[in-house]
């Protein structure tokens, strides 16, 4: 089970249609990438990696994607979620050894 950080609590509203993008990793790293529509028309983003044991490793709120559809703000969302697991299991392997 995911353990949310305060980032994810601050952009999390119910009210909101948002699309969501979940995966597993071949590590068992998982990534949650929300997009939404704010009340103002604007597109919103929620990035989320997450360690096998359920904790946050990053959250990251992008309030703005201007002119931007919510179909191409995920896909963008979706590398960088994948960049960033990436990055945080190489440093995992170099503070191991």
Known sequence: MRQRGERYWAWAD???HCRTHDETLDDGTTI???????SAGSTQMFIGVYATSGMHIFE?????????SMTRALAWGV????????????????DEK
Request: aromatic share 0%; net charge positive.
């Open 60 to 68: 990251e709120i992008c309030d703005c994607r201007p002119g931007e």
């Open 32 to 38: 949650d990438v929300q997009v939404r529509l704010s």
């Open 14 to 16: 119910p009210a909101l």
């Open 79 to 94: 590398g960088r979620a994948r960049r960033v697991a990436t990055e945080a299991a190489l440093h995992k392997g170099i």
